[in-house]
Every structure is written in C-alpha cells, then in structure tokens.
C-alpha cells in the first residue's frame, strides 16, 4: 500500500464509523472527539503525509504504522494503523503537535 492508497482507505474508513482512538496516557495529550477526528480527516491531503514506519512492537511485527501532520486550526499529529485486514483503523496518536 502506498500513502496515497492509505490516504483514500482511512477516509473512507472514519467516513463509515470503522475506526477508534486510543485513549493517551499522558496526562498533557489531549485527544481529539470523534466528531472532530472526522473532520480533520476528511480535509486530509497528500501533501500531510509524512511517512509510514514498521510498528516497533514486536507484538505487531510485519505491520506499518502510517504518520501525518496536518494543519487545522492547529497542528495535529495523526499517527494510525490498519486492523482486521483493512476493515478498521485504529488511531494510536492523534491530537495537536508538540513541535509546530
């Protein structure tokens, strides 16, 4: 897959209710609601990629992590990854950026 294919694949994913977001543990991680992740990730464009990356955990090797900043107000930090053989996403980070 490539990062326009993943781009298509998770609009059409958060446009169909297929996705979740994980809760941060950080206490200075504010997550974003579903309502507002659908509305960053429908104005997302290529131009936001900003790579994909083998998940460090060994629990989930030979899967990819895909990573995009896009500007919204402010700048978010969207890092996801395709579950249940592309049916869902699963977002592992997505809230504004520490470094802007």
Do not use: C
Request: hydrophobic share 40%.
């Amino acid at each position: 897959m490539n990062e326009n294919e993943a781009l298509k694949l998770v609009k059409h994913l958060v446009n169909i209710n297929q996705f979740t977001i994980t809760k941060r543990r950080q206490s200075a991680a504010y997550p974003v609601t579903n309502a507002l992740a659908k509305v960053i990730i429908n104005q997302l464009n290529i131009k936001d990629f900003v790579r994909y990356d083998a998940d460090r955990s060994a629990k989930y090797a030979g899967e990819f992590v895909w990573i995009f900043e896009t500007d919204f107000e402010e700048v978010y930090y969207i890092k996801f990854k395709f579950t249940n053989d592309n049916k869902h996403v699963k977002f592992i980070s997505f809230h504004p950026s520490k470094y802007q």
